[in-house]
């Protein structure tokens, strides 16, 4: 296990919040954390909010942690897991025409060493798709 997912729960009143936190175990540093505040009343849609916000940014920090590790552990001999997870970190970031050509170079780097890795397949399908939509100036 490389992570751990803590969090509390307080109530005062009506008013409730979340705090969590996603801890590296190997060096025991947050790699990151929020906390949620609402209405106990609206308890329901609180666990929601929590719930799509902690998948979204756990999706985006492990992607993010593993592709730095991978480039620590490898940095001169990246496998296509590696660079098609790199690829993706990089596909997360704030759009630009560069982060978006520096996603599809990873990603055409690993499908050359594994022609059938599927998430590089998908992912680099998808980043030229982005990129068809920006030239015919459709929203992305």
């Known amino acids: 296990m490389r992570y751990i997912l803590d969090g509390s729960l307080r109530r005062t009143e009506s008013k409730v919040r979340v705090s969590v936190l996603l801890i590296s175990t190997e060096t025991g540093a947050v790699v990151w954390s929020d906390s949620f505040e609402g209405d106990w009343s609206r308890s329901m849609q609180l666990q929601d909010l929590v719930t799509g916000r902690l998948a979204r940014r756990l999706d985006l920090e492990l992607t993010d942690q593993e592709s730095r590790n991978a480039?620590?552990?490898r940095?001169?001999?990246?496998?296509?897991?590696?660079?098609?997870?790199?690829?993706w970190a990089?596909?997360?970031q704030p759009y630009s025409r560069e982060q978006l050509a520096q996603s599809l170079a990873l990603f055409e780097r690993a499908l050359q060493i594994d022609?059938?890795?599927?998430k590089a397949?998908?992912?680099?399908q998808?980043?030229?798709m982005t990129d068809g939509l920006r030239k015919v100036g459709l929203p992305e």
């Open 126 to 128: 998808f980043a030229r």
């Open 71 to 73: 480039e620590i552990a």
């Open 115 to 118: 022609p059938g890795l599927p």
């Open 90 to 92: 990089v596909l997360n």
């Open 75 to 87: 940095p001169n001999n990246p496998n296509a897991v590696d660079l098609a997870m790199r690829g």
């Open 121 to 124: 397949l998908v992912l680099a």
